[in-house]
């Protein structure tokens, strides 16, 4: 099949990596894919199968494109017979803009990716008017795939068909994302773990707030970092005495090896989602904290991690403390998001319902 890919590729975030990975997983199974984007720094397809989009980037997660994309996008599907276009949602503002040209565009595939936030905020407020309005540009595509799917509700109650509606959760390279080997390879140090945006939406502000103060009755602990956002300044502030690591923004393949020498994941997450980070983590055999909200409550079970109140820095000291003072039960929780992971996040099972949702899309 002739796959158009509308994204972004090269940002440090969950949409880009699943991008890659799906791109990635479509040339594997032998589709011929070309894809329309700000940028892209692959080695994966030739020279004409990639179609830049000016834009200006308000931050790095997000464009303001061309108004001529849309018509760039037409033109050039038309000319290499796109079959079907496949959007993802939050990426830049050629996706509400897209639907426009339908009369013209192959059929439209739209990967809907923003998270609902929790409590009460600027930004939260910031979340709730881009979540309407991603849900009304939604609307107009032929297929909706759902990352999360708490998400499903939303869109039901919003008039959309539930036969236009397929989850397909985020997947995780089991291969690339494998537990350590020899779990005597620590310095007797308990290190926490995180990865994403260093913005108030992921709880970054309570986890620093939380891990100081656990570490000051609990000294032999270790805070890394991975990420760039809004909140590094604070990280400026942590760093000075060895206790919180922040190695900026690294390489996706790089990830893996850190999380090697973690032993405890930690995202207190305002938003609503099981995100990408934290089933990566799980797949190097970590065990996870994070907030009970959203998909969350049912997809990480005692077993395998614990669940926090949002905003509750008390509630992640807590946790931190449970899992710092017990190894045996990390090294069970870690077992067991390792074997999940395994069983239900395969990108090949993934990519199989993908093709099925172009396949309804064109028919």
Known sequence: MRIGMVSKFGAADGLCVRANQVLEGLLERGHDVHIFAQSYTGSNLPEDHVHRISAAHLNPHYSLDSPAAGRMIAKESQRHDIEVLHVQMNSGSTEFLLPAFKKVVPPLVVTFHLAYA??????????????????????RYDQIVLVDPSQEPYFTEYGIPEDKLTVIRNGVDTKLFSPRVNENDKDGIVDFVYVGRLSFDKGVDILLDAFKEYHRENPDTRLTLLGDGMLKSQLEKCVKDGSVRWPGTIDHSQIPAVFRQGDVFVIPQNIGGLGLSVMEAMSCGLPVITTAIGETTKLLSEKEGILVKPNSTAAVVKAMRHLAEDRELRRSMGKRCREKVEKEYSWSTQLEQLEKVYERATS
């Not at 939260?124 to 009304?136: E, P, R």
Request: aromatic share 18%.
């Open 118 to 139: 929790s409590g009460a905020s600027l930004y939260t407020t910031l979340f709730s008017v881009a979540w309407k309005a991603s849900l009304f540009a939604s609307k």
